[in-house]
């Protein structure tokens, strides 16, 4: 018997061929970023919620080992949980489609899942490690146990003596050592029970051993707006205290006060106006600027230590607005000529002037008449040729090797030799051995620990850690203008 009609069977026929074609199409755009991208991602979101970033990414190798898709681009799910950070969305708490096909969106969620977990064990829910202090990755134990679900089979004490590697927190753990070079000291296992759950009171002590998790805080006069997978926000009356306001995504405010350790969160108090003001989780805020620098117009220095540094820079002219200042990434000769350059100048650039090498189109056509005796001049990008040329004419750069190198990265060293040609020597300081300061320079030539000990005792550079200066490491960009930071005061003092 014919269950359906001619053509109520070809409808059906071509709603069929037409969603499978639509998956096909979706599928087909659909592909696993590389695995540094996806780390960067996680890093993204992770400082953003104030969770140790290194926790998170070895969620997503034990979860997924990184990858988002299947090779036909089809999300990654595995009965009820989808994606990288495997999200079980049987609840309907987050949006199953972006879960899907939004990887960002997918970490957002792995984030809210963990932090939601580290409430329970904050609040007491579940079992809990020394003060909760999020910023001490062993505090992290049993909100990680949680994240795999709160079952007895993560209780080591259960499993045998061979297998006992194997709970879902401590496969986290080995990710974190042996792919991030990252020690997490295990909790005292006397505590647990020997078998099932731990009691939801139970308190460990935190490892005598412990390790930083890398939270940013944040300071008084710091701008914020509140940020997050979540619609709405609250204020608090006191740290960890009573609801009084709701709060929107994207709102903005100053921090007035804290941070204050409370309930395993950093509590700000973030003031919107006289009537609105309110005690909220550091989670949940992004920092947007300060009250010396105003807003950020850079998009990627809102967490980074050079973020004051770079705002002075711009804020005296010496480098234009952007979309990114790219803290991180390495200087080239030609652009620390640049940076210079306007530092010992003090020039205001407008915005409608030459910029820098990644906010121009560099086949800006530009004359090249000046005669500089590099044989490599031609290969200065028209934009910081006046600039090269001006640091050769005032004798701080050096035509020794018969090459300028515009395009090659600037070492520590490097650097030092320029910078020590523009400080004057402190007779003080000439009985000091630089080299009892700085351990890891005693193979450089005179000139170069000359040069070191000159920005050294002038405070203008120093060490990148305790006894070294790291002189062949290449010089960020962030570096580069906490430099010239201290230069342009030193200049203008």
């Not at 490892?207 to 940013?216: A, D, K, L, Y």
């Amino acid at each position: 018997m014919k269950v359906f009609k001619t053509q109520t069977r070809k409808i059906i026929s071509l709603v069929i061929i037409i969603t499978f074609a639509l998956n096909t199409i979706v599928f087909a755009n659909s592909y696993n970023p590389s695995r540094q991208e996806i780390e960067s991602m996680i890093e993204e979101v992770s400082i953003k919620r104030a969770i140790p970033s290194v926790l998170m990414k070895a969620i997503a190798r034990v979860e997924s080992t990184y990858e988002h898709f299947n090779e036909n681009g089809s999300p990654k799910t595995t009965g009820n949980c989808i994606g990288l950070m495997m999200i079980n969305n049987r609840n309907g708490g987050y949006d199953s489609q972006r879960l899907k096909y939004d990887i960002m969106y997918n970490i957002e969620a792995g984030a809210d899942v963990l932090l939601n977990k580290w409430s329970m064990s904050s609040y007491k829910n579940v079992s809990s490690v020394g003060d909760m202090n999020p910023d001490v990755l062993e505090n992290w134990y049993f909100a990680l146990w949680a994240y795999n679900g709160w079952a007895q089979s993560n209780n080591p004490n259960t499993l045998p003596s061979h297998v006992k590697r194997y709970t879902y927190q401590q496969l986290v753990y080995d990710i974190c050592k042996d792919e991030y070079n990252q020690n997490i000291s295990n909790i005292d296992f006397a505590y647990l029970p020997q078998s099932g759950k731990p009691s939801r009171s139970l308190v460990v002590p935190t490892p005598s051993n412990i390790n930083s998790g890398g939270i940013v805080l944040y300071e008084v006069g710091d701008f914020v707006r509140t940020d997050g997978i979540r619609k709405s926000y609250q204020l608090r009356d006191v740290p960890g205290g009573k609801y009084i306001f709701d709060l929107e995504h994207n709102q903005l405010g100053t921090i007035t006060e804290g941070p204050i350790l409370k309930n395993g969160y950093y509590w700000y108090k973030m003031y919107i106006n006289d009537y609105k003001q309110g005690w909220i989780e550091r989670n949940w805020l992004t920092r947007t600027g300060d009250i010396v620098n105003g807003r950020y117009i850079f998009d990627d220095i809102s967490f980074h230590w050079a973020r004051k540094d770079i705002m002075k820079l711009y804020k005296e002219g010496i480098i234009s607005e952007a979309l990114k200042f790219k803290p991180d990434e390495y200087i080239t000769n030609e652009l620390f000529s640049i940076f210079l350059s306007r530092t010992l100048d003090n020039e205001k650039i407008s915005q409608s002037e030459t910029q820098q090498k990644d906010e121009v189109d560099t086949e800006t056509s530009i004359e090249k008449t000046i005669e500089l005796p590099f044989l490599d001049a031609d290969m200065i990008s028209p934009w910081a040729l006046n600039y090269v040329e001006d640091m050769y004419n005032s004798g701080l750069f050096k035509n020794n090797s018969g090459y300028f190198k515009p395009h090659d990265k600037m070492t520590r060293k490097e650097a030092a030799l320029i910078l020590s040609n523009i400080l004057i020597k402190d007779s003080k300081y000439e009985s000091l051995d630089i080299s009892s300061i700085f351990s890891d320079i005693k193979e450089l030539d005179l000139t170069e620990v000359e040069a070191i000990k000159m920005v050294y005792i002038n405070q203008i550079m120093s060490g990148k850690n305790s006894g070294q200066f790291h002189p062949n490491d290449y010089l960020t960009r962030a570096e580069t203008a906490a430099i010239m930071v201290k230069l342009f005061d030193k200049l203008e003092n």
